[in-house]
């Protein structure tokens, strides 16, 4: 069956570091791409002033809010993930790391491929691609209580500058593409507003719609937004029948169907797991990998921080980019101060009092609220959501060690939905003594900085036994075969050749940093080894990939 026969060549589900990735290469590789992508499409203008304004912010379809912030349940973890055409990047923090040794040499995909040697000129070629800044160049009240919470802890010497995706230029000028040769779009300075997670309406930050897809659009990939995949099935033949239903509606979806010759799957960690387990319930995809929803990682991660009762004098800890330092509390625990800007104060909903962890339920409980009476003027104070970014620094804590989830599904009110139960390697932590240290060191440095009293923070999911993590991996990972893994080292879904995987459901372990920058590398990798449209394909079939071809 020739290509001609199918609507498009490749349909791409999602558009965020993985999906953009494979539409720009697929494109320059001659192959009719199209992108289907459940959020809108944003202008810098079209984001949310601040977290307030809950319709441009969260995203909540059935109840009209379109917004960069979804927010996703599990039994074990409370998850933050993006929407909109550049998925995760357009409330991501800009921070783009690169795992230590240990992530490249895990078990999971270990003996696979020299995976540090291999993917190092795709990192390369993702930080030229999302502009990587390799050291946050500003220096400020919140740097200076980062190295000195570090110094504090005994590790200064692990303090550093964050490597961000923003393009600084002069503050609040508007030049030609600085990039990409005048080929992406013109290009607006940091004005370090703080609302990075919010979505930057400047127009500085280095989101996927500045460069991967602009740069995709212009060779002819389409984009549909407000589409969201609800079924990948084979076609009799030969290809995918790919069906989308209009995102939010509720009563006349608008479904409709298109053929696919391949369909890569770039919907982030929650959307693409939701869809296999669900066309694997199905029947619709049978041979699917019963690996599927194993090694599911939360990056081990923590969201702590600490509050001052008021705004300090002077030390404006709301003016910056959301993520600019960072040091590690020991060889696998790694901590990163991030900020909103002035107003966006919303996500201080979620905080509360630090609670020693390891205690049940209601010891747990017993001591936040045994805190709140020997302190209750200083509590109320804390807790207060009145300027509350200007008075925080919130500690994101990630970590290497090998945890994990399993994903399946169960039955609620007779619909299919994810749920989850422990995994391989070491219990997913409800909460991490390493961001506890943090927290604490980081409060007692604002405290002495800005002359207030500030107090260590958590948050509410945690007091429940439920860790928050904005870097939700894995479940359909690369492996040797189809028994360890969904995708082999090609990102080919087992069983199914002509699907693929490349977002952050392919990784095959906590990287301890933050994601985005390692899932553009290995998309990068993935890509690079497809054949020009019409073209011979040089990769091993997956019967020669298992000794069988």
Known sequence: MTARAFDHDVVIVGSGFGGSVA????????????????????????????????????????????????????????????????????????????????????????????????????????????????????????????????????????????????????????VADPFFGGEGPERTGCTLCGNCMVGCRVGAKNTLAKNYLALAERLGTTIEPLRTVVEVRERPGGGFIVTT???????????RSVTAEQVVFGAG?????????????????????????????????????AVAVSVP???????????????????????????????????????????PGGRPLLGRLGALIGGALRHPITTLRVSSLRRWSERGIIALVMQTADNSLTLSLRRRFGRPVLTSAQGEGEPNPSHLPGAHLAAQAIAARMQAAGGVPASARGSWPEVFGIPLTAHFLGGAVVSGDPEHGVVDAY???????????????????????NPSLTITAMAERALSYWPRRSAADERPTQEELLGRG
């Open 491 to 513: 990102h080919r879904v087992w069983g199914h050749p002509g699907l693929h995987i490349v977002d952050g459901a392919a990784m095959p372990a906590n990287p301890g940093v």
């Open 269 to 305: 960690t929650w959307g693409t797991q939701q869809l296999l387990h669900r066309m694997k319930d199905s029947g619709a995809l049978p041979g699917l990998s019963d690996a599927l929803g194993h090694l599911t990682r939360t990056n081990s991660e923590a969201l702590d921080g």
């Open 245 to 255: 239903v209009r995102s939010g509606a509720w009563f006349g979806r608008d479904r």
């Open 23 to 174: 539409a720009l290469r697929l494109a320059s590789k001659g192959y009719r791409v199209h992108v289907f992508e459940a959020g809108r499409r944003f202008a810098d203008a079209d984001f949310a002033k601040t977290s307030w304004d809950v319709r441009r912010y969260l995203w909540a379809p059935a109840i009209g809010c379109f917004g960069v912030q979804r927010i996703h349940r599990l039994p074990h973890v409370m998850i933050l993930a993006g929407a909109g055409v550049g998925g995760g990047s357009l409330n991501y923090a800009n921070t783009l790391y690169e795992p230590g040794p240990a992530f490249f040499a895990d078990r999971q995909w270990q003996g696979i491929a020299d995976w540090q040697a291999e993917l190092a000129p795709h990192y390369a070629t993702a930080k030229r691609m999302l502009g990587v800044v390799p050291e946050y160049p500003h220096s400020g009240p919140v740097e200076q209580i980062m190295a000195d919470a570090a110094a504090d802890l005994g590790v200064g010497e692990t303090f550093r500058r964050a490597p961000v995706g923003v393009y600084f230029g002069r503050p609040g000028e508007t």
């Open 313 to 355: 004098e002077g030390l404006g800890l709301a003016s910056g980019v959301a993520i600019t330092t960072s040091f590690h509390v020991d060889e696998r625990t790694h901590v990163e101060n991030v900020r909103y800007g002035p107003g966006s104060n919303l996500m201080g909903a979620l905080a509360t009092g630090l609670v």
